[in-house]
């Protein structure tokens, strides 16, 4: 079977409550061709209409490995509404009960797959869902795909998953149906570039491969790699060998300071744990450990290095540059260095591995885009295993080795930029900023020369005008206009990354909707010195101004109606309403104020509050170490009497600094003053501020 052959695309999406059971198909090409099979009292399922669908067409659905293509196969047998409901009831179950397996549900029924099944499953491709550990509740649900998206409608089930289907529900139960078909089709579009690098890789190695995470390729390509070089299947450990694990250090480790010195005797002293089921417990000395150099705290971890700045600016000027140094490859070639082998692959793994990063290191520069971008999911996606339990490459060692020195790595390499005199402003897992005076620059490149010597790594220039910082991991970052082109590359991480269709590496979908407009007038005034209200005020697109999350279980309500477990909204200016947990009717985060909009409006809404938006835009300066106002305050004089939200005293205010006379002032300028006239009963003037205003 050719993988990458053109067959007719459609996706599909089953539904199974009481009393019902339908299946549905939407062509990727044409969305207009739909067709759904039904099956309730009355009326059989045309099973034959489904089989000649399947084998026509490829399948793409969401979570169908999981669910759906057990409950097509279950359902071609002729089982009964009852029966598939049953069947539904052991795939899914609430916690803490365990829902059986796919492999276990089909062997229990006794089924097998349609002859001729040709099938994608997106939920590991879409890269917020390519995590190994097998729980499902860290997978991102399709709803909130379609939020980061912007899709046009986002919905719940209509109906109670227990609620017998009556023919009146029937209709609604459908279109609820064909809008999952709708946001199936859409991450399917987002998704091409991932799917497409599978098919050759499946194509290349024989394996199907299109449903799998990046981890799960890097492994799959190994157990290809194993069984071609010795003509034997590759299985993982049976046991696991428990206890303690002490760490190695490469021979290039050398600290120069005595606070650094003294780190490095407590990691050799230190044991990692390697408990019966796999799970590496970090030594308590270790995780979360400050290391302090030249005044900057860091912090060490399993997850790797985390300088610890916050709220500050740095500008590059004529006397000064910011440089920003990432490892190429950081744990590729830090796996490399530490020459240990899951015990399973002892004498092929390293030799593979070493392959596939030489390959993909020629093939890069040789401008041979796919060998390239293969070769990188497996570099990149490998490390992720050696920590999975039932993974072919599980090797608590290598996972050890490699975090902790390419930690010591990294913090032997500030210390020597710290030494030299240099102004280390940012550190995050496999990169290091540096301020320095422009005259070093060379200097500065001899010793990263010196140190990639060292340690066998080498290592990228970014340079950069200035950098903003919220904290280690929200960030925007401005590089220098490039030579030739003059273009300037916006970096933005974290809260300040984009999130929608069209970026590369489907980053789009890493990051919840979350006002985004507010970052897009910091970016423009940050770089152009756009005033912010003309970003806000003349942006016309609702979906920048869209914030979306996944509520739990019991969903939201708003104004009594239910909205859904994953909701979506805008703050609005002609209603103080929130929303509310059905469950527990506690506040949803973030929704005081707020609009739902489950459904993108045609036109752009009149009741969108852009002075929330302009507030939450000064607030992000004021996040990055610049100076934001509040803009109910701003141009303003005098004095106000007002309380802060959710408290009684009555301050009374300086405008436009929103500071009380007695000192009085909000952690932040999204902290609302909520003035009044004269002091309302039941309220009490604040001493302090009533005496300095006498």
């Known amino acids: 079977m050719k993988y990458i052959d053109k067959r007719p695309t459609v996706t599909t999406d089953t539904e199974c409550l009481p009393g019902y059971w339908s299946i549905a198909f939407m062509s990727t090409a044409d969305r207009s061709r739909r067709v759904k099979f039904e099956l309730y009292e009355g009326h059989p399922l045309d099973t034959d209409g489904i089989r000649k669908v399947i084998a026509r067409n490829r399948i793409v659905s969401f979570n169908g490995n999981h669910y759906d293509i057990p409950m097509i196969c279950l359902a071609l047998t002729g089982a009964s509404t009852e029966e598939l409901k049953a069947a539904n009831d052991t795939i899914i179950v609430k916690k803490p009960l365990v829902g059986l397996k796919p492999w276990e549900f089909m062997n229990r029924h006794g089924l097998y797959l349609p002859r001729g099944l040709d099938h994608i499953d997106l939920i590991q491709v879409a890269p917020s869902a390519a995590r190994d550990s097998g729980k499902e509740s860290l997978f991102t649900s399709l709803k909130m795909y379609g939020a980061m998206m912007g899709s046009k409608k986002i919905q719940d089930m209509p109906v109670g998953h227990d609620t017998f289907v009556t023919e009146d529900l029937r209709p609604l139960v459908a279109a609820y149906c064909y809008n999952d078909l709708e ?54 450990n049976d046991e696991v060998k428990t206890g303690a694990i002490k760490f190695v250090p490469p021979k290039h480790i050398n600290f120069q300071t005595p606070e650094l010195q ?46 610890m700045e916050s709220s500050i ?41 070493r392959r596939q990063v030489s390959e993909r290191t020629a093939a890069k520069r040789a401008g041979q885009v796919e060998i390239a971008e293969s070769r990188k999911i497996v570099c990149n996606g490998l490390f992720g295993k050696t920590s999975s339990r039932w993974s072919v490459v599980y090797s608590p060692e290598i996972m050890i080795q490699t975090t902790l020195g390419g930690q010591l790595s990294l913090l032997m390499f500030i210390e020597q930029m710290t030494l030299a005199g240099f102004q280390v402003i940012s550190a995050n897992t496999d990169g290091v900023v540096t301020k320095l005076p422009r005259k070093h620059k060379w200097w500065h490149r001899g010793l990263v020369m010196d140190w990639e010597i060292e340690t066998s790594l080498e290592m990228e220039y970014t340079e950069y005008s200035s950098v903003h910082s919220r904290d280690v991991n929200t960030y925007i970052a401005f590089t220098v206009p490039d030579e030739k082109t003059g273009k300037v ?33 910091v970016v423009l005034y940050l770089q152009k010195n756009i005033p912010l209200e003309r970003t806000i005020y003349e942006c016309k697109d609702i979906r920048k101004f869209l914030t979306s999350t996944k509520v739990g279980e019991g969903g939201a309500m708003f104004n009594g109606e239910y909205v859904g477990k994953t909701i ?24 005081d104020a707020c609009w739902p909009c489950m459904e993108l409006p045609d036109e752009f809404p009149e009741n969108v509050d852009m002075q929330w938006y302009l507030r939450e835009a000064n607030a992000i300066l004021n996040d990055v170490g610049m100076k934001g106002v509040d ?22 205010v300086e405008l436009p600094s929103g500071i009380a006379l007695c000192g009085a002032t909000r952690e932040t300028i999204r902290d609302k003053w909520v003035e009044f006239d004269a002091v309302p009963d039941g309220h009490r003037h604040c001493k302090k501020c009533r005496d300095l205003e006498v």
């Open 183 to 236: 946001l199936t089709c859409d991450l399917w579009d987002e998704l091409q570039p991932q799917i497409t690098l599978r098919m050759q890789m499946s194509d290349e190695y024989g394996v199907d491969m299109r449903s799998k995470s990046d981890a799960q390729v890097g492994e799959q390509v190994m157990k290809c790699v194993y069984e071609k070089e010795t003509g034997r299947k590759l299985y993982a």
């Open 568 to 591: 979506r909204f805008y703050h609005c200016n002609n209603s103080s309403e929130a929303m509310f947990k059905r469950d527990n009717g506690n506040k949803v985060p973030k929704s």
């Open 489 to 521: 590359k916006i970096k933005r991480k974290g809260k300040a990354a984009v999130h929608g269709r069209g970026i590369p590496g489907a980053y789009g979908l890493k990051k919840n909707p979350d006002a985004e407009i507010a970052y897009d007038a």
């Open 313 to 353: 600016s740095h500008y590059a000027d004529e006397d000064t540059i910011i440089v920003d140094t990432d490892v190429t490859g950081y744990y590729p070639n830090n796996m490399i260095a530490t020459g240990r082998e899951p015990d399973n692959m002892r004498g092929i793994f390293q030799p593979a591995f």
């Open 631 to 652: 803009p109910a305050l701003a141009g303003r004089t005098g004095t106000v009497l007002a309380h802060m939200e959710e408290k009684k005293t009555i301050h009374t």
């Open 262 to 307: 003294q780190m490095f005797d407590e990691v050799m002293r230190a044991s990692f744990i390697v408990r019966g089921d796999g799970y590496i417990v970090p030594p308590k000395e270790l995780e979360g450990r400050i290391v302090t150099i030249g005044g900057n705290r860091y912090m060490m971890g399993i997850g790797g290095l985390h300088s």
